[in-house]
C-alpha cells in the first residue's frame, strides 16, 4: 500500500526540525559504542525522511535515538538541557494551514509527530533527572518545578490529541520524579547567604565556613558568576553545611 504524500511530507517536516537537535550527545561521551549506534540510526532516518515516515519502526527508532541521546553522555544536567530544547522546538513547530483536505490531513500528521516527539524527550528528560548527584535541597525543588512544567505542558498536549495512553503514562512519570527529587532533596544542605567584610580567597573561605578548604570549587560553582577564585564576594551563596 502506498503511503499518502501527506503523511510522508509532514513526518519528514518534523524530522527535519527534530533530529539535528539530536545529532550528538551534549556534554562529555560516556559510552563510544552507545554514541556511534544511535548516531548511525540518527542517520538513516535523516538521510531518507520519507523512508522513514513509511517505517513501521519509527516510533521505536525515535525512542532508541532519545535513549541513546541520554545514555551515551557523561553529562545528565546537559541532556535535560538537550531535551528541553527540543520540547521548544516542536512546541515552535507551525504545523501546515489547513486549507483544503489534504493540507488538514497532513496538518494532523505534523500534529502527531510533534506529540510523540515530545513526549519521548520528556520521558528522557525524566530519566536523566535521576543521573544528576543532587547537591542541595534547592536544586531538589529547581528540578522538581522544571520537570513540573515539562510534563504538565506534555500532559496538555497528549490530552488534546486524546492519546489516553500517553497522558496516563506522564502523570506516572510525573509521580516518580516528583517523588525521587523530594526523597532526595528532603536530607540535603539549604543554600544560605553568607557575609565577609573584605572579599577573601576561596580557600580560606571554605576553611572559614567548613573548616575543610578542599570545598574551594563547590563555592566557586556555587558563586559561578564570580570568576576569580583569590578574591570570593563579600556576599555569596553556600551550602549550610
Not at 500500500?1 to 517536516?13: C, F, H, N, Q, S
Not at 544528576?132 to 525543588?141: G, K, L, N, R, T
Not at 492519546?163 to 509521580?175: F, K, N
Given at each position: 500500500?502506498?503511503?499518502?504524500?501527506?503523511?510522508?511530507?509532514?513526518?519528514?517536516?518534523v524530522l527535519a526540525v527534530v533530529l539535528p537537535l539530536?545529532?550528538?550527545?551534549?556534554?562529555?561521551?560516556?559510552?563510544?559504542?552507545?554514541?556511534?549506534?544511535?548516531?548511525?540510526?540518527?542517520?538513516?532516518?535523516?538521510?531518507?525522511?520519507?523512508?522513514?515516515?513509511?517505517?513501521?519502526?519509527?516510533?521505536?527508532?525515535?525512542?532508541?535515538?532519545?535513549?541513546?541521546?541520554?545514555?551515551?553522555?557523561?553529562?545528565?544536567?546537559?541532556?535535560?538541557?538537550?531535551?528541553?530544547?527540543?520540547?521548544?522546538?516542536?512546541?515552535?513547530?507551525?504545523?501546515?494551514?489547513?486549507?483544503?483536505?489534504?493540507?488538514?490531513?497532513?496538518?494532523?500528521?505534523?500534529?502527531r509527530a510533534c506529540t510523540l516527539v515530545e513526549c519521548?524527550?520528556?520521558?528522557?528528560?525524566?530519566?536523566?533527572?535521576?543521573?544528576?548527584?543532587?547537591?542541595?535541597?534547592?536544586?531538589?525543588?529547581?528540578?522538581?518545578?522544571?520537570?513540573?512544567?515539562?510534563?504538565?505542558?506534555?500532559?496538555?498536549?497528549?490530552?488534546?490529541?486524546?492519546?489516553?495512553?500517553?497522558?496516563?503514562?506522564?502523570?506516572?512519570?510525573?509521580?516518580?520524579?516528583?517523588?525521587?527529587?523530594?526523597?532526595?532533596?528532603?536530607?540535603?544542605?539549604?543554600?544560605?547567604?553568607?557575609?565577609?567584610?573584605?572579599?577573601?580567597?576561596?580557600?580560606?573561605?571554605?576553611?572559614?565556613?567548613?573548616?575543610?578548604?578542599?570545598?574551594?570549587?563547590?563555592?566557586?560553582?556555587?558563586?559561578?558568576?564570580?570568576?576569580?577564585?583569590?578574591?570570593?564576594?563579600?556576599?555569596?551563596?553556600?551550602?549550610?553545611?
Open positions: 500500500m502506498t503511503t499518502p504524500d501527506y503523511i510522508l511530507e509532514g513526518v519528514a517536516a539530536l545529532a550528538r550527545t551534549p556534554g562529555a561521551i560516556a559510552d563510544e559504542a552507545l554514541y556511534a549506534g544511535y548516531r548511525r540510526r540518527l542517520r538513516t532516518l535523516a538521510d531518507d525522511p520519507r523512508a522513514a515516515a513509511r517505517s513501521a519502526t519509527l516510533a521505536q527508532d525515535l525512542a532508541e535515538i532519545v535513549d541513546g541521546y541520554r545514555a551515551a553522555s557523561a553529562e545528565p544536567m546537559a541532556v535535560i538541557a538537550g531535551f528541553e530544547a527540543v520540547v521548544v522546538a516542536v512546541r515552535a513547530f507551525q504545523p501546515a494551514a489547513a486549507i483544503n483536505a489534504v493540507r488538514a490531513r497532513r496538518r494532523q500528521v505534523e500534529m519521548l524527550a520528556v520521558a528522557g528528560a525524566v530519566r536523566a533527572v535521576a543521573e544528576v548527584a543532587i547537591e542541595s535541597y534547592e536544586q531538589a525543588e529547581q528540578f522538581r518545578a522544571r520537570m513540573r512544567r515539562l510534563i504538565d505542558l506534555a500532559i496538555e498536549r497528549a490530552a488534546d490529541a486524546q492519546e489516553t495512553l500517553l497522558v496516563r503514562a506522564l502523570r506516572d512519570a510525573g509521580g516518580w520524579v516528583a517523588r525521587d527529587l523530594i526523597e532526595r532533596g528532603r536530607p540535603l544542605a539549604r543554600i544560605v547567604t553568607y557575609t565577609t567584610p573584605v572579599p577573601l580567597p576561596a580557600v580560606a573561605l571554605a576553611h572559614r565556613l567548613y573548616q575543610d578548604a578542599g570545598r574551594a570549587a563547590e563555592l566557586m560553582a556555587q558563586n559561578s558568576a564570580w570568576d576569580h577564585p583569590a578574591f570570593m564576594p563579600m556576599i555569596g551563596r553556600a551550602l549550610s553545611r
